[in-house]
């Protein structure tokens, strides 16, 4: 009988083991290369993201698996992979003028906004008057989408629209200059069909001057990561409907 149990035991430890090494190997071999357009493709050759070391840690309440990776993975940017994972890159853990604790702040939200997408969408469009989409509007200018810099953390969704109107962009700043970093956002205002450098007005008296402005999944993780209380209305929403549920936001 002992003898029965044991066995049993053994093989569903086995099995444990076995599943676990799949769910790691999956995030080895994690792609979202099918987001990418042929500028992304250009912008992540030779590009490694395969961990140099991982270790699993609690932020708050959300577990997840840290791992540092390559200093060419993403070009140096931080970011998630999967629903449980995030990337840091090898350059920035003995940077002293990087906040690493911020950084992985910014980065749990990210995981939240991954491990529940809805929530998030309906959360931006009764609070903020934001919609995110899968795909660009038709008439949206081919320069735009052409040009458009993909990016991990909103990969999903990456298309934003303010107001029903206004659209924002990251864009490569040329076809020779695939920084990830330096890539620019650009403003389609769809009711005149023109393109700005900067968000119409009323956008910056709600959300304030921010440095990551091309999706709401951004502006969220930067406002919940910085310790600044400032009064900024759409981080003042945001904070109080956190308060509500720290899992994500509701209205």
Known sequence: MYLYIAII?????ILYMVLQNIQVEH?????????????????????????????????????SWVWVVPKSCEQGLPHTRAVDVIAIPENMMNNNKISLASVMEHEKVH???????????????????????TEPPINMP??????RRANPDTALAPYACWK??????????????LSLKDASVKWWDQQTNTINLHPPDDWIQ?????????????????????KEQEEIPAKRILLNSMKLNAEFPEI
């Open 206 to 226: 709600f959300f304030g001057f921010m440095h990551q402005d091309e999706h709401p999944h951004e502006l969220s993780a930067e406002y919940l990561a910085s």
């Open 142 to 147: 081919n320069e735009l989408i052409a040009m």
């Open 27 to 63: 995030y080895l071999e994690y792609d979202w290369s099918d987001k990418w357009s042929d500028l992304d493709k250009k912008a992540r050759i030779n590009a490694n993201c395969k961990p140099i070391y991982k270790l699993q840690r609690k932020i708050g309440e959300v577990s």
């Open 164 to 177: 029903n109107n206004w659209w924002s962009v990251p864009v490569y700043n040329s076809k020779d200059d």
């Open 111 to 133: 995981l939240l906004q991954r491990q529940m997408p809805w929530q998030w969408a309906r959360f931006y469009r009764i609070a903020w008057n934001y919609e995110i989409y």
């Open 9 to 13: 035991f053994i093989v569903i430890l």
